[in-house]
C-alpha cells in the first residue's frame, strides 16, 4: 500500500511539472482569456499540492493509522475529476469546443468535495491513533 501511495504521488509530481511547464509556455501564447490560464494554474497547483500529500502519507503511514484505501481512491479520484476537469475546460476554450464545459464544469466541484472526503479520513486516522509509532 505504501508503494501506491508513493508511485501516485511521484506521478502526480511529474505530470504536474510538465503541464505546468505547458500551460506557462504553450498555453500563454495561445489563450486570450488571462482567467482560463489562471484555472489551468490552479488546476496544477492542486495536483502538485495532492503529489507532495500523497508521498507524505507514504511516509506516515505506518507512525499513524492513515492510508486506507478508501481514502487513497477518494483522493486520487477527487484530484483527478478536479484538475483535469479544470484542464478540459481550459482546453476547450483554445479548440473553441465549449460545449464541453456543460459536462466538464460540473466535475470541478465533485472533485473537490472528493479531496475533502480523502483528507477528512486522513484526519479521521490520525485522531484515532492513540499511540504512534516512533
Not at 20 to 43: D, I, R
Not at 99 to 128: D, E, H, S, Y
Request: glycine share 12%.
Amino acid at each position: 500500500m505504501e508503494k501506491r501511495w508513493l508511485l501516485t504521488g511521484l506521478v502526480l509530481i511529474v505530470t504536474g511539472i510538465i503541464l505546468g511547464a505547458f500551460g506557462a509556455h504553450g498555453l500563454k501564447e495561445v489563450l486570450t482569456n488571462p482567467e482560463k490560464l489562471q484555472s489551468f494554474e490552479t488546476g496544477v497547483r492542486y495536483q502538485m499540492y495532492h503529489g507532495f500529500g500523497f508521498l507524505a502519507i507514504a511516509a506516515l503511514m505506518h507512525r499513524f493509522s492513515i492510508g486506507s484505501k478508501m481514502s487513497f481512491y477518494f483522493l486520487l479520484t477527487g484530484v483527478l475529476f478536479f484538475s483535469l476537469s479544470i484542464y478540459g475546460l481550459t482546453w476547450s476554450a483554445v479548440v473553441g469546443t465549449e460545449a464541453f464545459n456543460k459536462i466538464l464544469g460540473p466535475i470541478t466541484p465533485i472533485g473537490g468535495l472528493l479531496m475533502i472526503l480523502g483528507w477528512t479520513l486522513q484526519i479521521v486516522g490520525v485522531v484515532r491513533t492513540k499511540h504512534p509509532k516512533a
